[in-house]
């Protein structure tokens, strides 16, 4: 046994058990966990550490255009830096299509991009607007085969949204295809509607944004995308929860057998909607769609989580910085309406989870485990090389300090967003070495990985559509209208 890195004395948690170990690692994968391992070239004491697999985050914009045309804040390099200080190893970002380009253009784009710049371990989602027959005979299969297998659609936005006609193929394309679809589902006519009444009255301030995206637009495009995935009996993953009863329908849903899974983010645990009611513009600091709502809604979405309704715990990254280049295309002068929409979280995603969940006793350690990483791993098809500390898997590793205390501040995170909206939070635990793939990429707070250091891991299926039978009930009219699925 001749390791190259050796982690020792540590207290590993998986999502399924914690016990003490040490873990030999050679050629960037674990090939050994055992009490009392020899040390390594290189051999690190973890004692007093908890030693947990790297997170994953599996919904971030990195260096992407949004709907609306504006820039991330973050490339790959600020992104990934970001993530890694907070002991994320691995991103899925979106590759994004806008209506008229060209899926294989758009993907070369991304890889290009992020070959070049990332620092951690790296894959993507496509988001599809234009789901045409090439797109969805040619460029999904290929993505696919290619180890992009999933994809997020819309039900809002002007320019990103489908309708029901076309959310029915999408699905029943990913079915065929052993894809994942990530929804974002709001009721586009509503939000429309509300927002129209809303500057029509003059009512234009950063805090409108929560009046216009009502709990209810939400509700009902989940259950409507329930329902149409039920209809072609094909996986979704609902993202971003933000709602009391959007958790409620989702748990009905899941408990009728429904092929549902779903997201939920740091915002909606630790923000609110009246946290926007703030003078000027400081309240678009806040503004994010689904916007957070109140303390009833912060509750339903620990309890999902808690009670697994809500399986993945992501940061939904959406960095932009506060002024024209941003969040505020018009300056002072930004409606609601036109505010980029979204909150930086890659690095406090973890450590804000760690403290209120597991340092307060909310949450075990391999919940915790499970919400950050493994389930990622197995929902987005990265299992088992990623999400566990297990022979085999890629020796994506963070140590944590549980005593740590960090008062949170804009200028301490590697972000390239300016602000934050978890300033002056007081956080209990800390990220203090952050392993990808057996190179220490931060340790006591000092980056060691280089631009370009990161890989694009291809992924396999994800697990939903492994193993879900096609539904008995929905056998015959599966054959009636050909639907197919991937074996
Ligand atoms: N949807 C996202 O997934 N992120 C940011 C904003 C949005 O609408
Ligand atoms: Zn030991
Ligand atoms: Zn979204
Ligand atoms: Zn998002």
């Given at each position: ?171 029943a394309t990913?079915g065929e295809l ?300 599966s054959?009636?209208?050909g639907l197919k699925r991937a074996d």
């Amino acid at each position: 046994m001749d390791f190259d890195l050796t982690i020792r004395h540590g207290r590993i948690s998986n999502a399924d058990a914690t016990f003490h170990a040490d873990i030999g690692i050679q050629g960037g994968r674990i090939t050994a966990i055992a009490p009392a391992l020899p040390a390594g070239r290189e051999d690190v004491d973890a004692s007093g550490r908890w030693v947990l697999p790297g997170g994953i985050d599996s919904h971030c914009h990195i260096e992407q255009l949004s709907g609306m045309g504006v820039m991330c804040a973050d490339d790959f390099y600020s992104g990934t830096v970001s993530a890694a200080f907070g002991g994320t190893t691995t991103i899925l970002s979106f590759a994004a299509q806008h209506r008229n380009d060209a899926i294989p253009e758009v993907l070369a784009d991304y890889h290009r991009r992020a070959a070049e710049k990332a620092v951690i371990d790296y894959g993507f989602h496509l988001i599809l607007t234009n789901p045409d027959e090439t797109a969805l005979r040619e460029h999904l299969p290929q993505a696919v085969r290619d180890g992009i297998s999933s994809l997020k659609v819309y039900m809002t936005y002007d320019k990103l949204k489908l309708d029901d006609y076309q959310l029915l193929d999408v699905m029943a394309t990913a079915g065929e295809l052993g894809a994942l679809v990530m929804l974002h589902a709001e009721n586009h006519d509503m939000i429309r509607w509300v927002a129209h009444r809303l500057l029509e009255r003059g009512h234009t301030a950063p805090k409108f944004h929560a009046v216009a995206h009502d709990a209810l637009a939400e509700t009902e495009a989940t259950h409507r995308a329930i329902a149409l995935a039920r209809l072609v009996d094909v996986p979704v993953l609902i993202v971003h929860v933000a709602g009391r009863e959007t958790v409620e329908v989702i748990r009905a849903a899941r408990q009728l057998g429904a092929p549902v899974l779903a997201e939920s983010c740091p915002q909606y645990l630790f923000l609110e909607a009246g946290d926007s009611d703030l003078p000027g513009m400081e309240g678009a600091k806040f503004c994010c769609s689904p916007p957070p709502r109140d303390a009833a809604s912060q509750q339903a979405v620990w309890d999902g989580l808690l009670d697994g309704t809500l399986g993945v715990f992501s940061s939904d990254h959406a960095p932009y910085r506060f002024d024209a280049s941003g969040k505020l295309p018009k300056g002072d002068a930004t409606t609601f309406k036109e505010m980029a929409n979204g909150v930086p979280g890659i690095e406090l995603r973890l450590p804000l989870l760690f403290s209120e969940g597991v340092m307060t006793g909310r949450m075990g350690i391999e919940q915790f485990v499970a919400l950050t990483a493994t389930n990622h791993a197995r929902m987005y098809g990265l299992a088992p090389r990623k999400g566990s500390i297990a022979i085999g898997a890629d020796a994506d590793i963070a140590l944590w300090d549980p005593t740590r205390v960090v008062d949170v501040t804009a200028g301490m995170l590697h972000d390239n967003v300016g602000y934050t909206p978890y300033e002056g939070r007081r956080i209990t635990g800390w990220p203090t070495a952050v392993y990808s793939r057996g190179r220490a990429v931060v340790r006591d707070g000092v980056l060691l990985a280089s631009r370009g250091s990161g890989s694009f891991v291809p992924r396999g299926r994800p697990e939903p559509l492994r193993t879900s039978a096609p539904s008995p009930q929905r056998g015959a009219f599966s054959a009636l209208v050909g639907l197919k699925r991937a074996d």
